[in-house]
Every structure is written in structure tokens, then in C-alpha cells.
């Protein structure tokens, strides 16, 4: 449960402005800033790191910018898009260069020795490539919907949910699954 929470925590700036920024350019600009102060405050407060805590930092300032100062509404419209292809994006990064998002915070409940083990970065690869697999999705769904291409809102907002809330079990479930399974290979030996 405590994972989960950090999990929660770690997305914070994520969440509020998916929470906040729908319905008007109001709440969309309320979303950006919000969610903007908090990705430096949590980055201040090292609550988020990493490559996560950059692509926030980056496209929430960029975001607000186009958005609060300028009114681009070109912005506005692909706004779904655009956050969840640079989350998408950064998570993919973020692999290819051999730092997973992931390994940031597993780091925090992971004896130290291991944090360079071939089984925590092959790990940390397989959930942070499931995570760039939901955001990819998401930007897929978020440019269909944009183009009200094959379902309502609603289907799609609902898929969009069900693939994060999938994705969270799973970076608790993965884990735990391979703890039992190295304790059951280590008592048959």
C-alpha cells in the first residue's frame, strides 16, 4: 500500500492536472499552473527526480507559457496529445539511455548493493516499457479523441483511466511477483 501511495506521490503534478484541466481554458490554465508549482516544489523537495520530474518541469513550463501568456490555442487543442506523448516520450528516452524512470524510486526501497544488478535494471526496464506503453497509447487515444474518431468521450476517458490504473497495479504486482518466484527457486535449491 505505502508503494502505491509514492506511486500516487511521484505523479502528483500528472494527476492534479488531469484532475483540474478539463471544461474551459480557465481550468486548463489553472491545471498548468498548478501543476507546474508543483513539479518544483516536489522537485525542490526531491518527492520527484528523475527524468518524470524533467519532462514535468519542461512541458508544464512550456505548456503554461503557450497557454496562460500566449492563448495558443493550437496548444490547447493537442493539449492531450502533447502531455501524454512527452511522458511517453521521456519514459522511452529514459530507457534507451539506460536510467528507466522507475529504477529513481524503486531505489528507495531496494538494498543499494543491487542497484546496478542486471535483475533490477532488467526490472526496472520491463515496468518503466510498460508505463511508455499505457502513455503511448494514451497520446494515441488522446489524438483520436481529438479527432472524435470511433468512440464517445466517455469510452475513451474510460480506457485512457483503465490503462493507468492497469499500469499502477502492475508496478506493484511485477515486483512482488518476482521476489516469490526467486524465494520458490531458492527453496527447491
Avoid at 18 to 28: K, N, T
Avoid at 113 to 128: E, Q, V
Avoid at 159 to 184: C, D, E, K, N
Wanted: hydrophobic share 60%; aromatic share 14%.
Amino acid at each position: 500500500m505505502m508503494g502505491f501511495l509514492k506511486l500516487l506521490v511521484s505523479f502528483a503534478p500528472w494527476l492534479s492536472f488531469l484532475i483540474i484541466a478539463h471544461g474551459s481554458l480557465f481550468r486548463l490554465q489553472l491545471g498548468l499552473c498548478v501543476a507546474l508549482g508543483l513539479s518544483i516544489l516536489m522537485g525542490v523537495l526531491k518527492l520527484h527526480r528523475g527524468i518524470i520530474l524533467w519532462v514535468g518541469l519542461a512541458f508544464f513550463a512550456a505548456a503554461t507559457v503557450l497557454v496562460v501568456v500566449f492563448k495558443n490555442m493550437w496548444t490547447v487543442q493537442y493539449m492531450g496529445v502533447l502531455a501524454n506523448g512527452s511522458l511517453a516520450l521521456g519514459t522511452w528516452a529514459g530507457i534507451a539511455i539506460g536510467k528507466p524512470f522507475t529504477a529513481d524510486y524503486a531505489r528507495d526501497h531496494t538494498d543499494p548493493s543491487l542497484w546496478n544488478s542486471p535483475l533490477f535494471m532488467r526490472t526496472n526496464n520491463i515496468i518503466a516499457s510498460v508505463w511508455g506503453g499505457a502513455f503511448t497509447c494514451n497520446a494515441l487515444l488522446a489524438w483520436l479523441k481529438m479527432k472524435q474518431l470511433f468512440f464517445s468521450e466517455l469510452t475513451f476517458e474510460l480506457i485512457s483511466y483503465a490503462l493507468l490504473i492497469g499500469v499502477a497495479v502492475f508496478t506493484q504486482w511485477y515486483p512482488a511477483y518476482l521476489r516469490r518466484q526467486r524465494a520458490a527457486s531458492s527453496a527447491a535449491a
